[in-house]
């Protein structure tokens, strides 16, 4: 048997990925993480992008975009608590382009110092999930 860390990633609204994987590799704030079995223990926030679990058995790895969050790891498990999540199969290419769009327009017509946080907050999402789209598109 593979050696394999318990991988969660969850969303508020469900839970995304339970399972044993091989790697996980995501968007840490400080740049990519790839995270191997018996890793050392850590807690950081996670930037919107793909999370990578290569899962045993397994020809494609799953594919999961993730809009910021945070991630515990510890020797035996890996949770990824995202802001929101979904999976690879399910991302449209046409909302993220649009949700790119009216972040650029708010980004524009910003009205006060709030509005503008939120439309830069909501460009960057954009601009990942997109990022994210591209790189699933490639692998297959």
Do not use: C, W
């Not at 830069?120 to 990942?128: F, G, N, R, S, Y």
Request: no cysteine; hydrophobic share 45%.
């Amino acid at each position: 048997m593979a050696n394999t860390i318990h991988v969660d990633v969850v969303s508020a609204e469900e839970e995304i990925f339970a399972g044993e994987a091989e790697f996980v590799a995501l968007p840490g704030e400080a740049g990519e993480l790839g995270i191997y079995p018996q890793h050392t223990p850590l807690i950081t926030r996670i930037r919107p992008g793909a999370v990578r679990i290569k899962v045993p058995g397994q020809a494609e790895d799953e594919f999961v975009f993730v809009a910021g969050g945070l991630l515990e790891v510890q020797p035996h498990g890996v949770t990824v608590l995202a802001d929101t999540a979904i999976r690879g199969h399910d991302l449209d290419e046409a909302k993220a382009a649009e949700a790119k769009r009216l972040a650029e327009e708010a980004l524009v017509n910003k009205d006060s110092a709030i509005d503008y946080a939120k439309a830069q907050a909501e460009l960057a999402a954009a601009v990942a999930q997109l990022a994210a789209i591209q790189k699933l598109r490639k692998k297959r």
